[in-house]
């Protein structure tokens, strides 16, 4: 509950919606399409894995287009939500943050955000060096 003060004060019910999801890039499943030779190929960019997502929570998607070597999707696992979107708006918003990554020119294999976090956190234990002293 918040209070908002100004002429008048009243209390404003603030309830966010909020959605955790687990990324784990390093898995070893490969996923291949087929080809009009009957031949296999790499998924095209954007393709999703999702073995009934509504039951397991997790879906694989492949962000990234590769040409050389197979292509490694990358496992989102819904762990908690209460925002109500969709399993086709979430999948499409992962995919599409794939692409937000300033340092690359095409889809990175994890969302941006996340992508920065990590480089963030190298950034942070590179400088910091373990020198940190607890405040108790």
Do not use: H
């Not at 603030?14 to 998924?43: C, D, E, H």
């Amino acid at each position: 509950m918040i209070k908002v003060i100004g002429e008048k004060t009243k209390t404003v019910n603030y309830n966010p919606k909020w959605q955790i999801v687990t990324v784990n890039r390093k898995i070893n499943s490969r996923f291949f399409s087929i080809v009009n030779n009957g031949g296999l190929a790499n998924p095209i960019s954007g393709s999703f894995i999702t073995d009934d997502i509504d039951k397991s929570n997790t879906f694989q998607l492949v962000p990234q287009f590769v040409n050389s070597g197979t292509a490694t999707p990358t496992k989102f696992t819904v762990m908690n939500e209460n925002s109500g979107i969709s399993n086709e708006a979430l999948i499409s918003y992962t995919y599409e943050q794939s692409f937000n990554y300033y340092n690359w020119e095409g889809a990175v294999r994890v969302p941006a955000v996340l992508q920065y976090a990590n480089k963030l956190a190298k950034f942070a234990s590179e400088n910091i060096g373990g020198n940190i002293e607890d405040d108790k």
